[in-house]
């Protein structure tokens, strides 16, 4: 998941990330700390946020802050939704500081504009694209490290004995000769006091005691008993409760509206029309938004609701249509290639000695569905836009403040908390124009809500797909050329105006594992490109993104390649595989803990997948065996190599949980457009992966590289189609191209 989102204003206040130090004057410009504190009624109860700055507190850099009564806060400008990124960024930072990293607390910047937080690869202020932990890993070392390393001078100079004299050890500055000690908090006003090392010196990985070994998550605790605060819990005063009931045709308006029975409603108070935004690339559609003193009064008032909409061009529009429009599109002269990887010279398919394989791969709409909807709490007030919720990418609600109300930058503040998983939902743009534009019609604070079914059909799912992909294969049956075609929309269109008209006109975000970088192997012939198809369906982003269409053709045609050419999957992909001997482990591993080789029992057969993504490496393996008329996954096999692997149970869950998702992409995911309009209302009719369908998990983690993580939350999910469409032909004989696969009836078909 990643976004890319312009910004109307860039800030370039002063150097110091707090430039508005005072506690009065963070409320009245409207910069107010986002802190999530251990309590939720102190995080959620005021609307000032954090307490103002403490006397003599020592913040040497935008990250860390040590407090006199020895307290040691993270500032975390990266979103966690459930993923365990403050887990692994506060082991980073409490390694190089000498503090144990779960007694830190992890808070949100007061300014989350703040230069030093924008994302080095985007140029927004984002989290994303696995690239958390993989990106701020040598940052935040040094932020410990500069942090500890001026604690350490402001003792010895007190003590008067030489720094190198002194250790540190969970909090505490300690002299090895005289056996004096003193904390953090202690040494906090005098450390404040020198000017911060250029250089330090990073803890030998030898010595780690935190990074590398974590098998704690923060907040885990309370997550289980029910008591963490979630945007769901939000209480302001004189807060109004918004649900919206959106364009049920793709682009239409509305014709009329009769809230006469939502008003008589116990409760409700407002009914307003939302505009939608077509203007805005990525924003929201036409609605109709019920506005309450609680969530059911206002969800009985959109249930009263009647509403008229306007005829839509798109109510011609059927998603069952799509494949085939997509896979004609190839053959129309405006289907620009634009080319990933162009490298050899053209063999022609009936060349002497070639034998040629073509197949296509097509995946539908999904949709995100994050455990918990989408909500966010906005307050226009004073001159000021605030926002509390699962702001993922705070550069959002900063575009939905100034295009909505005109506010700037230096106005919006940002009252960030965990959200209950994302996969891509936090990342679109609609529900903050829409509580933008509610709070500044209401002049209260106004908190959005999505049930179920409206977030089934809000729009902006994940693309659907299609892929032609056609090879050939020699004398010696290894691959002689390799041509791919992926036919989608352009991933960014909604949130980057203009991106197109760079000289490359490459869309990085829908030609993931296809580009020269990612691409796993190597032919004569290299012939892969993107070609663009837009339909007028809004799409957004999606946990993998373009990772899980382009691996599933790419390693369901290599298998078929194999096949064709009468060899092991597996030797050859090794053989056909790029001069990287990390990869090429990943695979081995994951051979042998599966069994690759080993005898098994009648009516069992294994299928293999492997992906580059993120700077780490992966092999996933499907156990599949025949159950009456249909075929079961009993077994995944998972094999990653993520570098170093900061918090190895957090890295171990994200694994498990993008297995669990890969899982949902082959067996049952799938949104349909039926005249415009969404088909699938809620979990009855868009099936997701219960427990019972989960197979049995062997994971291992491999730390290929240990001086630098690489990603992981996005990592596992897209081999998994492809494993187990390539264990059931070895089983069956029929090969699946299209997801979601129908297994439970595969011997009738």
């Known amino acids: 998941m990643r976004a890319h989102v312009p910004l109307a204003r860039t800030p370039h206040e002063d150097a110091r990330r707090r430039f508005l130090k005072q506690g009065s004057a963070l409320v009245a410009a409207g910069l107010a700390v986002g802190c999530r504190l251990p309590e939720p009624s102190k995080a959620l109860a005021s609307a000032s946020g954090d307490p103002a700055p403490q006397p003599g507190e020592f913040e040497p850099n935008a990250w860390v802050r040590v407090l006199p009564d020895n307290s040691v806060k993270l500032v975390v400008h990266k979103h966690d939704s459930g993923t365990g990124t403050h887990t692994a960024l506060a082991a980073v930072v409490g390694e190089e500081l000498d503090v144990d990293p779960l007694r830190v607390d992890v808070i949100t910047p007061e300014n989350p504009f703040f230069p030093a937080y924008i994302h080095p690869l985007w140029k927004v202020f984002s989290t994303g694209g696995s690239t958390s932990v993989s990106l701020e890993y040598d940052r935040l070392r040094h932020a410990g490290a500069t942090a500890r390393a001026m604690l350490v001078s402001a003792a010895a100079a007190q003590w008067n004995v030489p720094v190198e004299s002194c250790t540190t050890n969970d909090g505490e500055v300690l002299h090895t000769g005289s056996g004096r000690h003193a904390t953090y908090g202690s040494l906090a006003q005098a450390a404040a006091q020198l000017p911060a090392p250029q250089h330090v010196v990073l803890k030998d990985p030898a010595q780690f005691r935190y990074i590398g070994k974590l098998q704690k998550k923060r907040d885990a605790r309370q997550k289980a008993m029910g008591r963490f605060p979630y945007s769901v819990d939000v209480r302001l005063p004189g807060m109004l409760v918004a649900v919206v009931t959106r364009a049920p045709v793709i682009d239409a308006r509305v014709r009329h509206v009769d809230s006469t029975d939502a008003l008589k409603v116990p409760g409700v108070r407002q009914v307003l029309q939302i505009p939608g935004r077509p203007d805005v690339l990525g924003g929201n559609q036409a609605g109709v938004a019920v506005l309450a003193d609680d969530y059911w009064s206002a969800h009985q008032g959109q249930a009263a609701l009647k509403v008229e909409w306007e005829d839509s061009p798109m109510e011609t529009f059927d998603s069952a249509t799509l494949p085939a429009a997509q896979a004609a599109w190839l053959d129309q002269p405006d289907a620009r290639v634009v080319h990933t990887i162009l490298t050899g010279t053209q063999t022609p398919s009936g060349a002497s000695g070639t034998r040629a394989i073509e197949a296509a791969y097509t995946m539908p709409y999904k949709a995100q569905n994050a455990l918990e909807p989408i909500n966010v709490t906005v307050w226009a007030k004073d001159g000021g836009m605030s926002y509390w919720g699962g702001i993922q990418v705070p550069s959002t609600a900063q575009e939905a403040a100034d295009v909505i109300a005109g506010i700037p930058v230096e106005r919006v503040t940002i009252h960030e908390l965990v959200s209950g998983g994302s996969f891509g939902s936090r990342e679109s743009k609609y529900w903050l124009f829409e509580a933008t534009w509610l709070a500044m019609q209401t002049g209260v604070p106004v908190k959005l809500m999505n049930s179920r079914e409206d977030e089934m059909r809000a729009l902006f799912y994940h693309s659907a797909s299609h892929h032609r992909v056609r090879g050939t294969l020699d004398n010696a049956g290894q691959l002689a050329s390799f041509e ?7 991933s960014p269109e909604q949130w ?26 190597t032919a004569p012939r290299l012939d892969i490109g993107w070609v663009r198809h837009e339909t007028g369906v809004p799409t957004g982003w999606y946990r993998a993104v373009s990772y899980i269409p382009n691996v599933f053709a790419v390693e369901s045609f290599v298998d078929e390649a194999a096949h064709a050419a009468q060899r092991d999957p597996l030797a050859f992909r090794l053989a056909q595989l790029r001069d990287d001997p990390r990869h090429a482990h990943v695979l081995r591993e994951a051979a042998a803990r599966a069994g690759w080789h080993d005898s098994l029992p009648p009516g069992t057969a294994l299928g293999i997948s492997t992906n ?39 890295v171990e869950e994200q694994l498990y949980g993008g297995l669990m998702w890969g899982m949902g992409h082959a067996m049952f995911d799938h949104i349909e457009l039926r005249h415009g309009q969404v088909a699938q209302r809620n979990f009855d009719t868009y099936r997701v992966m219960r427990m019972a369908d989960m197979p049995s998990v062997d994971i291992q983690i491999v730390q290929g590289a240990p001086g630098k993580p690489g990603g992981v939350g996005e990592l596992s999910s897209p081999s998994v189609a492809p494993a187990v469409a390539n264990a059931v032909f070895r089983l069956t004989g029929k090969r699946l191209r299209t997801t979601p696969f129908a297994l439970d009836a595969i011997a009738k078909t």
């Open 612 to 650: 580059r993504a993120y700077d780490s490496y992966i092999a996933v393996i499907a156990r599949v065996a025949k159950r009456g008329d249909g075929v079961v996954v009993e077994r995944l096999t998972c094999v990653a190599d993520c570098g170093l692997a900061v918090s190895p149970a957090g």
């Open 484 to 490: 791919l075609r992926a036919v989608m929309p352009a």
């Open 496 to 521: 980057e105006p203009g991106y197109f008209d760079r000289p490359d006109r490459m869309d990085y975000s829908t030609t993931e594992a296809i580009n020269d970088r990612e691409f796993a192997y």
